[in-house]
Nanobody, 126 residues
């Protein structure tokens, strides 16, 4: 079993920055992918960013390109999401997700991920 724990959420003013972290523990996988999703009240959970653990290919929601950066630490088995130039519309609960094997994965489809964290709240004030 895999457990994912997010941290780093909080309250920030528009234009500010936050850095989210996701720590994975438990069963080890050889070719997995990790991603970030977010869910605002009354809306579906949407894809934000993803990264392949091997090779480091990254994928982003169009509206966060140039503002958010996903990165990984192979030694610590963590994935971070650096969020800059935050906007009120970025306000949501941010979730970390893991897919055991990235082959064939549609990174934007939340139903294709195997494990989820409990989420961390990000609130951006105007």
């Amino acid at each position: 079993q895999v457990q994912l724990v997010e941290s780093g959420g909080g309250l920030v003013q528009a234009g500010g920055s936050l850095r989210l972290s996701c720590a994975a523990s438990g069963r080890t996988f050889s070719s997995y992918a990790m991603g970030w999703f977010r869910q605002a009240p009354g809306k579906e959970r949407e894809f934000v960013a993803a990264i392949r653990w091997s090779g480091g290919s990254t994928y982003y929601l169009d509206s966060v390109k140039g503002r958010f950066t996903i990165s990984k630490d192979n030694a610590k088995n963590t994935v971070d999401l650096q969020m800059n130039s935050l906007k009120p519309e970025d306000t949501a609960v941010y979730y970390c997700a893991l897919r055991k094997n990235y082959y064939g994965l549609d990174y934007r489809d939340r139903r294709q991920y195997d494990y989820w964290g409990q989420g961390t709240q990000v609130t951006v004030s105007s």
